[in-house]
């Protein structure tokens, strides 16, 4: 819009799902000059939330280039969970000092990972893979954990969108 916050993420998937604002809840910002340079970057502050209409694949990966902003401790990127019942589902969520806690579920059964922290608060790239071999986190292209105990991800219908920025349904 006009003050420079998101009315739509092009989604560039073969089935492609754009991402929307979530209503009443403001949008994030196009910002410019966060990375050194005059690259656009999207900036959630906290509040700001993104969705789009999809549930969560049993088996598959997800990427996000995040810098984590001081006292964000337990502020979701990703939601794609019951966050309040911790049954089903993927989410991303901060933890202290530029930590990550990768949540993934099945049927109430944990895959979680632990990233510890970076010791750093600049931006990283965390890609997070889950399928027949278990959970695998890698942060900056480095192995970071493993959780071997789940195969995949369950999701319940009520389940309906990512949630990007925030916590999932539920």
């Known amino acids: 819009d006009t003050n420079g916050h998101i009315v739509l993420w092009p989604d560039r998937a073969v089935v492609a799902t754009d991402a929307i604002p979530v209503t009443d809840i403001p949008s994030p ?17 906290g509040s700001a939330l993104l969705q789009t209409q999809r549930s969560v694949p049993a088996t598959g990966s997800l990427f996000a280039l995040f810098r984590p902003a001081p006292n964000t401790t337990g502020t979701r990127l990703v939601g794609w969970e019951d966050s309040a019942g911790g049954q089903h589902g993927v989410g991303l969520m901060l933890t202290a000092n530029g930590g990550l806690h990768a949540i993934l579920r099945r049927n109430g059964a944990s895959g979680d990972v632990v990233v510890p922290p970076s010791g750093t608060l600049d931006f990283q790239l965390v890609s997070l893979i889950w399928g027949p071999g278990g959970v695998t986190c890698f942060r900056n292209g480095e192995f970071v954990g493993t959780n071997t105990a789940i195969e995949s991800v369950s999701s319940d219908p009520a389940i309906a969108v990512l949630k990007i920025g925030g916590p999932g349904s539920g």
Do not use: K, L, P, Y
């Not at 910002?29 to 502050?45: K, Y």
């Open 29 to 45: 910002q196009i910002v410019t000059n966060a990375m050194g340079d005059t690259m656009h970057v999207i900036r959630f502050d």
